[in-house]
């Protein structure tokens, strides 16, 4: 079982910059691959990030690429995200997950599910 609980999401606007945080309970956290989705109101569940369980792979959806870095910190058992240049269109609930291995775009692949953090860009 992990648990992950997401923070640092908020009311920004246009431009501005966001660090998510993913701090996970399991002493394995090390061996999980990470990942971060989001969800807009309407819009079904989209892939942003994810980063491989040694950190020296990272994937990033085309919509964020150059604006969004995933980093994680084993020893704290944590995930980041940070986002710049954000836009209103990044607006969403944004998800941690975690995965043994699998499609790392695809929801299906990840076992557990942080309860998300709001993401709110004004224009």
């Known amino acids: 079982q992990v648990q992950l609980v997401e923070s640092g999401g908020g009311l920004v606007q246009a431009g501005d910059s966001l660090r998510l945080s993913c701090a996970a309970s399991?002493?394995?956290?090390?061996?999980?691959?990470m990942g971060w989705f989001r969800q807009a109101p309407g819009r079904e569940r989209e892939f942003v990030a994810a980063i491989s369980w040694t950190g020296r792979r990272t994937y990033y959806a085309d919509s964020v690429k150059g604006r969004f870095t995933i980093s994680r910190d084993n020893a704290k058992n944590t995930v980041y995200l940070q986002m710049n240049s954000l836009k209103p269109e990044d607006t969403a609930v944004y998800y941690c997950a975690s995965t043994s291995g699998g499609d790392y775009w695809k929801p299906g692949a990840y076992n557990y599910w942080g309860q998300g953090t709001q993401v709110t860009v004004s224009s």
């Open positions: 399991a002493r394995t956290f090390s061996t999980y691959d």
